[in-house]
Nanobody
Framework: QVQLVESGGGLVQAGGSLRLSCAAS????????MGWFRQAPGKEREFVAA???????DYADSVKGRFTISRDNAKNTLYLQMNSLKPEDTAVYYC????????????????WGQGTQVTVSS
């Protein structure tokens, strides 16, 4: 199966931007629908965005209009462009992949990266 490695996290002021990347290796990246999830301390992992095999996109209401998910199958990479960041966006961000599911349920994704920390200061 594919292996996933996130990068691009860091510390940013409120209103700033970050771009997360998720590099995939192993099996064919294009065979996976991909998602971004996040988990803040003391909270459950929550859906952020997903992109289907054909490029369809879905977003959590809390990030619509601010975040953009995209994929480059030639580079085996998933991206999350995050603009107008808020302190409540602070969390560990994970990318995940599934060969059969596209959606917002984390339990249906079978492959996960190790996560990257995003901290937004007020």
């Amino acid at each position: 199966q594919v292996q996933l490695v996130e990068s691009g996290g860091g510390l940013v002021q409120a209103g700033g931007s970050l771009r997360l990347s998720c590099a995939a290796s192993g099996r064919t990246f294009s065979a996976y629908a991909m998602g971004w999830f996040r988990q803040a301390p003391g909270k459950e992992r929550e859906f952020v965005a997903a992109i289907s095999w054909g490029g369809g996109r879905d977003y959590a209401d809390s990030v619509k209009g601010r975040f953009t998910i995209s994929r480059d199958n030639a580079k085996n990479t998933l991206y999350l462009q995050m603009n107008s960041l808020k302190p409540e966006d602070t969390a560990v961000y994970y990318c995940a992949g599934s060969t059969w599911y596209y959606g917002s349920s984390p339990g249906k994704y079978g492959v996960w990266g190790q996560g990257t920390q995003v901290t937004v200061s007020s």
